[in-house]
């Protein structure tokens, strides 16, 4: 295949499978739902698995962490899905990696300050129980020592005792952000290592305890095995860009707008009619949907869902727990002797 035409391909759905992946794929899905390839262009072997919202709480008693290098990394890419979850009984924790010091207006104390303002409202609006933030140097994570990131990560997981996490895929293509690839690689080594007896000084505090699921996003091109229907929860993503007000494509942009065209005599029905109205539809109509691609990087929101006959849906790299087929194979072939 052409380069330039499998990029393409890859963009346009927000998905590249490379061959190698093929297998990993397949032993990945738990169940699955026959569907369109992402990209409406080619067939594949993988399908995609639709999550849907489901009643009651389910979840009760698991556990889910959302690790975002800023303040606004989760709720632009995987907001939808996280309060899905917590509605149906997780119980989340938001850790911030860096301190934000670089983004926003203002001094960087002020800047600093906000920005942790902003991840407070974010877990409020998101459901999260508590908040931890890290304090890393803004766009400056890889020059930082990896092994004391880990090793802070592996210690949150196994105290909180995480089952699944939410962050930045440490496999994503073109992600120019060294705050991004950097915190995605500690996460996913972290993950890794946190179920072990690594870090064994931990062991006195904390023990070790296993990750198993992963729900991984990106801006770019990304392999997607995992379509996770956002609709019921798509007010509560939008509430939560709204809220950040120091930096980030949503805030009180809608309003700024609003009144920069009431100043020439103009409206845009779309945004409504009061600032708050405004906040809340710039966000919903252009940073999820109409100009997400040049506001967030990734397809819309609305239009990946409607490619799978859902409202509004956010696309992931999933990857859960294998499942051993050991014991089963012993007990239909063990024969006494």
Same mark, same amino acid.
């Given at each position: 295949?052409?380069?330039?035409?499998?990029?393409?391909?890859?963009?346009?759905?927000?998905?590249?499978?490379?061959? /190698?992946?093929?297998? *990993?794929?397949?032993?990945?899905?738990?169940?699955?739902?026959?569907?369109?390839?992402?990209?409406?262009?080619?067939?594949?072997? @993988?399908?995609?698995?639709?999550?849907?919202?489901?009643?009651?709480?389910?979840?009760?008693? $698991?556990? *889910?962490?959302?690790?975002?290098?800023?303040?606004?990394?989760?709720?632009?890419?995987?907001?939808?899905?996280?309060?899905?979850?917590?509605?149906?009984?997780?119980?989340?924790?938001?850790?911030?990696?860096?301190?934000?010091?670089?983004?926003?207006?203002?001094?960087?104390?002020?800047?600093?300050?906000?920005?942790?303002?902003?991840?407070?409202?974010? /877990?409020?609006?998101?459901?999260?129980?508590?908040?931890?933030?890290?304090?890393? %140097?803004?766009?400056?994570? +890889?020059?930082?020592?990896?092994?004391?990131?880990? &090793? %802070?990560?592996?210690?949150?997981?196994?105290? *909180?005792?995480?089952?699944?996490?939410?962050?930045?895929?440490?496999?994503?293509?073109?992600?120019?952000? =060294?705050?991004?690839?950097?915190?995605?690689?500690?996460?996913?080594?972290?993950?890794?290592?946190?179920?072990?007896?690594?870090? =064994?000084?931990?062991?006195?505090?904390?023990?070790?305890?296993?990750?198993?699921?992963? !729900?991984?996003?990106?801006?770019?091109?990304?392999?997607?095995?995992?379509?996770?229907?956002?609709?019921?929860?798509?007010?509560?993503?939008?509430?939560?860009?709204?809220?950040?007000?120091?930096?980030? =494509?949503?805030?009180?942009?809608?309003?700024?707008?609003?009144?920069? *065209?009431?100043?020439?005599?103009?409206?845009?029905?779309?945004?409504?009619?009061?600032?708050?109205?405004? +906040?809340?539809?710039?966000?919903?109509?252009?940073?999820? @949907?109409? @100009?997400?691609?040049?506001?967030? &990087?990734?397809?819309? @929101?609305?239009?990946?869902?409607?490619?799978?006959?859902?409202?509004?849906?956010?696309?992931?790299? !999933?990857?859960?727990?294998?499942?051993?087929?050991?014991?089963?194979?012993?007990? $239909?072939?063990?024969?006494?002797?």
């Amino acid at each position: 295949m052409e380069r330039r035409k499998f990029i393409t391909k890859g963009i346009a759905a927000g998905a590249i499978i490379p061959a /190698a992946y093929a297998t *990993l794929l397949s032993n990945e899905a738990q169940a699955s739902e026959k569907t369109e390839n992402i990209n409406n262009e080619a067939a594949t072997a @993988d399908d995609i698995f639709i999550e849907r919202s489901v009643e009651g709480r389910p979840h009760e008693g $698991k556990v *889910l962490a959302v690790i975002q290098p800023h303040v606004d990394d989760a709720t632009l890419f995987a907001g939808g899905a996280i309060a899905k979850l917590i509605s149906e009984g997780y119980t989340g924790y938001l850790i911030r990696v860096t301190n934000d010091d670089a983004a926003g207006g203002g001094t960087d104390g002020d800047r600093v300050s906000n920005n942790e303002k902003d991840n407070d409202k974010v /877990a409020k609006v998101l459901g999260l129980k508590k908040v931890y933030n890290l304090g890393y %140097r803004n766009h400056r994570m +890889d020059e930082y020592n990896t092994q004391e990131i880990k &090793g %802070r990560l592996i210690f949150l997981f196994r105290l *909180l005792k995480v089952d699944t996490i939410f962050s930045y895929d440490p496999w994503g293509h073109y992600e120019e952000n =060294p705050d991004h690839y950097v915190t995605a690689q500690a996460v996913e080594a972290a993950r890794w290592m946190s179920g072990s007896v690594d870090y =064994p000084e931990q062991l006195d505090v904390v023990k070790p305890y296993s990750v198993k699921e992963r !729900y991984y996003f990106a801006r770019g091109p990304q392999l997607v095995n995992r379509i996770v229907d956002i609709s019921k929860h798509i007010d509560t993503k939008v509430q939560s860009n709204v809220v950040i007000t120091t930096q980030g =494509p949503g805030g009180n942009a809608g309003s700024r707008i609003k009144k920069s *065209l009431a100043d020439k005599g103009k409206k845009l029905p779309i945004l409504g009619d009061t600032d708050e109205s405004a +906040d809340f539809n710039y966000v919903k109509h252009f940073v999820l @949907d109409k @100009d997400s691609q040049a506001q967030r &990087g990734t397809p819309s @929101d609305k239009e990946i869902g409607k490619k799978y006959g859902l409202e509004w849906a956010e696309a992931y790299h !999933y990857i859960g727990n294998p499942v051993s087929t050991l014991s089963d194979y012993i007990e $239909k072939n063990a024969v006494n002797k």
